[in-house]
């Protein structure tokens, strides 16, 4: 009768410990690379969020003969569907990995 999805995201951002050591170049690469790290962290949330927006009024739409039959094909779809959003989850990686190589902290940590 009704289908509920609670999503709870944690974003866990890097934090310097001394960054009063920093020189001041440092300190920009380093509020460069933690907003890039934010940045990524929430498109991960919107394209999660984007997902369920899709798959879960479609899931809500399914019908079976029994309570039981209803419950294992609605599972079988959020499992197929999350299969889906995990894969645009690993495209995004794949798409945004060349601007995270580019960060110039990235960029003075290979020697670049």
């Avoid at 890097?14 to 380093?30: D, F, I, L, Y």
């Avoid at 197929?80 to 690993?90: E, H, I, P, S, V």
Wanted: hydrophobic residues 45%; proline residues 3%; glycine residues 6%.
């Amino acid at each position: 009768k009704d289908l509920t999805f609670t999503w709870n995201f944690v974003i866990t951002l890097p934090k310097a410990m001394e960054r009063a050591k920093m020189s001041s170049s440092t300190v920009g690469m380093w509020n460069e690379f933690v907003a890039k790290a934010k940045w990524h962290e929430l498109r991960r949330r919107e394209i999660f969020l984007a997902c369920g927006a899709s798959f879960v009024p479609a899931a809500e739409k399914l019908t079976a003969p029994t309570c039981f039959g209803l419950k294992a094909k609605v599972r079988r779809y959020i499992d197929q569907q999350y299969a889906l959003c995990m894969k645009k989850q690993r495209e995004f990686g794949r798409d945004d990995r060349a601007s995270v190589a580019n960060l110039r902290l990235m960029r003075a940590g290979l020697g670049r």
